[in-house]
């Protein structure tokens, strides 16, 4: 059984503990991984990916090698040796024949080595699907989501974006946008944002503080955009339109290019 028809539904990516903080699920509506990858194409900005990841085995992946090893150590291992014990006794003609059947050992042998190491470290790596896995710049980092027969994608690794990496698609910040909206101001771990009240009382300390979302209405009318330094006349009109909240970088990042 090839690694492709092992692979669990609901996969399990080995994510280093920062990368767990992320969020792990896109909540994306889909029936199939083209419609899924559409639907985020339309929402952010992404690009696909087949990005080599670690992957946890499932235990029935484990049992799948294991029988691999039983049948190399008790079959394929023990008739090439004896062909080549039976072969050790006949003319130097046939010197070619053993030379071929110790190469086929080694292999063999390398292929045990290999089953061995893989149940030891209970994880494999694997070759993200092209066509429906999603590498997303978010808040300084690379997020790679995959698709998954279980209906959603899930998160399978995080980077963080080079400094020197000055691209439109590094710098952009839709995504970070929609993480905010969908997710809240907890969703990076690096603590860059904060949603605060509006109303007459938080007017003077709002004053300066620059958004880190744009501000809508009730209608779902984008009415200030994200980056606008807040100023009296602003909020007041947030009070006049009925804005409770925003979202702002925190102070420490207000003067970050995030």
């Keep these: 059984m090839s690694k492709e028809e092992l692979r669990p539904a609901e996969p399990r990516y080995i994510l280093s503990d920062s990368a767990k903080l992320w969020p792990q699920r896109l909540p994306v509506e889909a029936s199939s ?29 484990i049992q799948a090698y294991r029988d691999n090893y039983t049948a190399l150590m008790e079959h394929d291992k023990i008739e090439c040796e004896a062909r080549l014990a039976e072969l050790a006794g006949e003319e130097l003609s046939i010197k070619e ?5 110790r190469d086929t050992l080694s292999s063999i042998m390398q292929r045990i080595n290999d089953n061995v190491r893989t149940i030891n470290e209970g994880a494999t790596s694997e070759d993200l699907p092209r066509d429906r896995s999603l590498r ?46 969908t997710f809240g101001v907890g969703f990076s771990p690096l603590g860059h944002y904060e949603q605060m009240p509006v109303d007459a009382s938080t007017v003077e300390t709002l004053v300066g503080r620059r958004l880190a979302a744009g501000v809508i209405n009730a209608s779902g009318d984008e009415i200030m955009p994200r980056d606008t330094v807040l100023d009296a006349d602003g909020l007041q009109r947030f009070i006049a339109v009925r804005v409770d909240s925003v979202v702002l970088y925190t102070e420490s990042d207000a003067a970050a290019d995030i």
Excluded at 38 to 55: F, K
């Design 33 to 61: 991984p083209d419609e899924a990858m559409s639907v985020v194409m339309e929402t952010m900005i992404g690009e696909d990916t087949n990005l080599t990841v670690e992957r946890l085995l499932e235990d029935e992946e």
């Design 97 to 101: 024949r053993i030379k071929r059947e």
């Design 136 to 181: 997303l710049a978010v808040d300084g980092h690379y997020l790679y989501y995959t698709w998954v027969d279980a209906g959603y994608f899930t998160l399978a690794r995080v980077g963080s974006i080079n400094a020197c990496d000055d691209t439109m698609f590094a710098r952009q910040t839709k995504n970070q946008e929609w993480f905010l909206r």
